[in-house]
């Protein structure tokens, strides 16, 4: 089945140590996205690509960083985590067709920092 | 800013039960979709709502939309303890091209056995 996959699904860092977390995607979706959602919150947009178009949110901590180096594989680096940082982190893609779309999101990865 | 906003923000109903969910946003918009999301997992997309559209249905799902009221309702007919989950409605605005949905807080529905 065409899906989005998110791995780990869980990952411990240290605070201070850098972490990847890594999406990929078999829809052939040419936009994908990245979220952090805390608990009890709505998924809040970190940056997205349009294919290779990188668009990151104004408010996005440069701690925050992603590659995208197919169509198929997006990485979100935390360069360095903070307390703060501990959330789920959402992937998502979607397919641009024209104005109307949906995003089909993989099942998160729960950061933890200690 | 957040654009949508949902009422209420927890919901407790027994089995069997309706369960309707409101959101409010702020700017125009394209088209406004609903989703759902189990204790721990991704969201998974339920319905989209487009601009000039009243009314949506999907099987147990009735969706509304008044772009006077800047508002929208999801209804869950026949509610079932699956159905627990927290739902979120998200806005493409009109006046942003980048592809971007904007979620609203979200509600927690509980449906008791």
């Known amino acids: 089945d065409a899906m989005v996959i998110q791995n780990p699904r869980y990952q411990v860092t240290q605070f201070g140590k850098p972490v990847t977390l890594s999406c990929s995607q078999t829809?052939?979706?040419?936009?994908m996205y990245w979220y952090q959602q805390k608990s009890s919150q709505a998924p809040k947009l970190l940056f997205h690509?349009?294919?290779?178009?990188?668009?990151n949110e104004a408010d996005t901590p440069d701690n925050f960083q992603s590659r995208r180096p197919n169509t198929s594989f997006c990485f979100l680096d935390i360069r360095s985590p903070g307390l703060g940082d501990a959330a789920m982190y959402l992937c998502?893609?979607?397919?641009?067709?024209?104005?109307?779309?949906?995003?089909?999101f993989g099942p998160g990865t729960r950061l933890t920092v200690t | 800013s957040q654009q949508g906003e949902e009422d209420p923000q927890a919901l407790s109903i027994q089995e069997g039960e309706n369960a309707t969910m409101n959101c409010s946003y702020k700017?125009?918009?394209?088209?406004l979709q609903w989703y759902r999301q189990n204790s721990g997992r991704g969201l998974v997309h339920l319905i989209l709502?487009?601009?000039?559209?009243r009314e949506k249905h999907s099987g147990r799902l009735r969706v509304t939309l008044d772009t006077s009221k800047k508002s929208s309702s999801l209804l869950i007919t026949a509610s079932r303890a699956a159905d627990t989950a927290s739902y979120f409605c998200a806005t493409e605005p009109t006046m942003d091209s980048s592809y971007k949905l904007i979620f609203g807080s979200g509600t927690r529905l509980l449906v008791r056995p």
């Open positions: 709502i487009r601009s000039n559209e």
């Open positions: 998502a893609t979607s397919r641009d067709t024209g104005r109307m779309y949906e995003q089909y």
């Open positions: 829809l052939n979706h040419n936009v």
């Open positions: 690509y349009y294919d290779k178009d990188f668009n």
């Open positions: 700017t125009s918009i394209n088209n």
